[in-house]
C-alpha cells in the first residue's frame, strides 16, 4: 500500500514541509514589501515636504504663503491622495486636493525629524504621513507641517508583487520537490541494494551481506540480516543433521525387523511377513521423503544446475529398467534451473518414474531457468485425481504402482526448493508436472 510505502512517506512530508515554508515566506516577504513601499513613500513625502518648508514666506502684510506651489498636479486634484497641509497658531494652508477636509496627525513630529505613521485621512482614505515641527523665525510661532498620501497604492503595490511572487515560488516548490524526490531516490538506494543483496541471500544461503559497503545508518541493518541468516543456516545444518542421525538410528531397527520378517516367512507365517514387509517398506518411504525434503531446504539456493545435463543422467538409468527401455524419451530441457544438482535429482527422480510407470511410448521434458515440465502419453489423472494425488500420504494405488506417492514426496522437495508444483493433462494426452521457481526480486 501507498500508505505504507517509506519513500511516499518522504516524498509527501519533504513536499509538505517544502510548502509550509514557502507559503511562511510569501506571507513574510509580502509584509516586508509592504513596509518597504511604505516607507519609500514616506521618503518621497519627506522629500515634498522639504520643497513645502522651502517655499514658506512671510507676505508684505504679515500673512504666511507657499510660494511656489507643489507643481505636482495630484495636489490640485481633490481627492487625489496626496495632500499636504501647513498649520499653526492662526495660520492653515493646504493643498487644493484636500478641499474643505483637514489633516489631523496622531502626534505632532519635532524640529529635528520627521515623524512618520499611517492615518486616517480624508474621503475615507488610510494615509501614509510624515510631519514635522518647523520655526521660521526665532520668534514666531511653530508650524507643523503634513504630507499624507494614499494607503491605497502601497497595498496595490503589495497585491501586485504578491501575485508574481505567488508565480516564482510555485515553480520553486516544484523544483524544490523534485530535488526532493532525487534526494530520497538517493538515500533509499543503499535499501535497494540491501533488497538485491537479501534475494541472493535468498538463493544462496551462504551469502552474506557486507556491511562496509553500506552507509552507517544502513550497516546495522545488514550485520542484523547476516546474523539473521547465519541463524538460519545453522538451523538448516542442524536440522539436516538430526534427519541423517534419525535415517542412520532407523536403519538397524529396520534391518532386524527385516530379519524377523525373513524368520517369520521361513517359520510359514507368510501373511504376517507381507504385513511387516509393507510396514517396513512404508518406514523406509517415510524416511527417505522426510531426507529429500530436508535436503532440499539446505541446498535451497546453494547453486544452480544445468538442467539437461543432470535430466540426461537420470534418463540413462531409466533407460536400462524394463519399463524405461521401452519409452522414448525428450530431453528439451534448457538453461540451468536455481536449485543444486542433487536437489534436482531428488527432485525429478520421483516423477520420472511415475511417468516411466505410466507411459505407453514418449515422455517430454521442457524448461527454461525458472521452469521445468514432464509429460508423459499415459492415462493420466482427473482433476480430482491430480489434487488428491498431492493430498499428504493419499495414495490413488496402495498396491505400489498408483501416482500419489512418488508424486507426493517431489511436491514436499518441490516446496522445500521454493517451486511451485502444479499437475494438468499433457497435450501428449497424459499427466503433464508442471515445477515453477519464482523470478528473484
Do not use: C
Not at 374 to 393: C, F, V, Y
Request: net charge neutral.
Amino acid at each position: 500500500m501507498t500508505a505504507r510505502s517509506l519513500r511516499m512517506r518522504l516524498l509527501a512530508g519533504a513536499a509538505f514541509a517544502i510548502f509550509v515554508a514557502l507559503a511562511i515566506a510569501w506571507i513574510a516577504m509580502s509584509y516586508l514589501f509592504e513596509r518597504h513601499a511604505q516607507r519609500q513613500i514616506q521618503a518621497d513625502l519627506i522629500a515634498r515636504g522639504v520643497g513645502v518648508i522651502a517655499s514658506l514666506t512671510t507676505a508684505p502684510d504679515g500673512a504666511l504663503t507657499l510660494d511656489p506651489l507643489p507643481t505636482d498636479p495630484r495636489f490640485r486634484t481633490p481627492a487625489s491622495g496626496l495632500y499636504w497641509q501647513v498649520g499653526g497658531e492662526g495660520v492653515l494652508l493646504r493643498s487644493r486636493s484636500l478641499w474643505d477636509e483637514t489633516l489631523t496627525a496622531p502626534a505632532a513630529g519635532s524640529r529635528a525629524d520627521w515623524a512618520r505613521g499611517e492615518m486616517d485621512g480624508p474621503f475615507g482614505q488610510r494615509l501614509v504621513f510624515v510631519e514635522r515641527r518647523v520655526q521660521l523665525e526665532p520668534q514666531s510661532p511653530p508650524l507643523i507641517v503634513l504630507l499624507g498620501a494614499d494607503h491605497a497604492a502601497v497595498i496595490a503595490a503589495r497585491d501586485a508583487f504578491s501575485r508574481e511572487l505567488l508565480v516564482f515560488l510555485a515553480l520553486l516548490w516544484a523544483v524544490l520537490a523534485i530535488a526532493s524526490w532525487a534526494q530520497v531516490e538517493l538515500g533509499l538506494k543503499p535499501l535497494e541494494h540491501v533488497r538485491a543483496a537479501v534475494g541472493a541471500l535468498r538463493r544462496q544461503a551462504s551469502a552474506r551481506l557486507a556491511a562496509d559497503d553500506y552507509p552507517a545508518e544502513v550497516a546495522p541493518l545488514a550485520n542484523a540480516i547476516n546474523e539473521l541468516a547465519e541463524a538460519r543456516q545453522q538451523d538448516l545444518e542442524q536440522a539436516q543433521r538430526r534427519a541423517a542421525d534419525l535415517a542412520h538410528s532407523l536403519k538397524t531397527p529396520l534391518a532386524a525387523l527385516a530379519a524377523q520378517s525373513r524368520r517369520a516367512r521361513e517359520a510359514g507365517a507368510g501373511d504376517a511377513a507381507d504385513g511387516l514387509d509393507r510396514a517396513l517398506a512404508a518406514a523406509r518411504r517415510a524416511v527417505e521423503r522426510e531426507l529429500a525434503r530436508t535436503r532440499a531446504a539446505a541446498a535451497r539456493g546453494a547453486g544452480a544446475a544445468d538442467a539437461r545435463a543432470a535430466l540426461a543422467r537420470l534418463i540413462q538409468v531409466l533407460e536400462r529398467t524394463d519399463s524405461g527401455a521401452r519409452v522414448r524419451f525428450d530431453n528439451e530441457a534448457t538453461g540451468a534451473l536455481p536449485i543444486a544438482e542433487d536437489v534436482l535429482l531428488e527432485l525429478a527422480g520421483p516423477l520420472l518414474e511415475n511417468a516411466v510407470r505410466h507411459a505407453r511410448a514418449r515422455i517430454r521434458i521442457s524448461g527454461d531457468d525458472r521452469r521445468l515440465t514432464i509429460e508423459d502419453d499415459g492415462p493420466g489423472l482427473s482433476e480430482a485425481e491430480a489434487a488428491a494425488a498431492l493430498e499428504r500420504g493419499w495414495r490413488l494405488d496402495e498396491s505400489g504402482d498408483g501416482h500419489g506417492l512418488g508424486l507426493a514426496i517431489a511436491q514436499d522437495v518441490a516446496r522445500a526448493s521454493g517451486a511451485a508444483m502444479t499437475l494438468t493433462r499433457s497435450a501428449l494426452g497424459g499427466l503433464q508436472v508442471n515445477l515453477v521457481w519464482p523470478t528473484p526480486p
